[in-house]
């Protein structure tokens, strides 16, 4: 690149600041309501959760200030995606084996892979 060059348009060249702002309604629970506002600038992505919770459990958390309220819920988040995720694995890996053939056996087919390998 020679100088006065400008750069090459990459989504994340450091030198063309993009930024990105999505807001949407995640979770509607009885009366807990939970709003996600994504600010992508850079290449760094950071969202905002505004939590709705009932009165009294706002008082209770208020109580309980050494509590990083917003780590738990991170905390929360991950957990449950991560049991989504491995539900749906195992459903996968269930569909797969339900659609194999019950008479097929591991051990024979490597054997017969390898008797033919000499």
Same mark, same amino acid.
């Given at each position: 690149m020679n100088a006065g060059d400008k750069p090459p348009h990459t989504p994340f060249s450091p030198l063309q600041p993009r930024v990105l702002i999505k807001t949407y #309604?995640?979770?509607t629970? #009885?009366?807990?309501?939970?709003?996600?506002?994504?600010?992508c600038v850079w290449v760094?992505?950071?969202? #905002?959760?505004?939590?709705?919770?009932?009165?009294?459990l706002k008082r209770r958390m208020e %109580?309980?200030? !050494?509590?990083n309220w917003s780590e738990v819920a991170r905390r929360a988040? %991950? !957990?449950?995606i991560q049991k989504q995720?491995?539900? *749906? &694995?195992? $459903? %996968?890996?269930? &569909?797969m084996r339900s659609r194999s053939d019950p008479d097929w #056996?591991? &051990?024979? %087919?490597?054997? *017969?892979?390898? $008797? &033919?390998?000499?």
């Open positions: #309604n995640v979770f629970y #009885n009366t807990v309501y939970l709003y996600v506002h994504t600010i760094t992505c950071v969202s #905002n959760v505004t939590i709705r919770v009932p009165d009294e %109580e309980l200030r !050494e509590v988040f %991950e !957990e449950t995720e491995m539900r *749906k &694995a195992v $459903d %996968e890996i269930r &569909a #056996n591991g &051990a024979v %087919e490597i054997r *017969k892979w390898r $008797d &033919a390998a000499r």
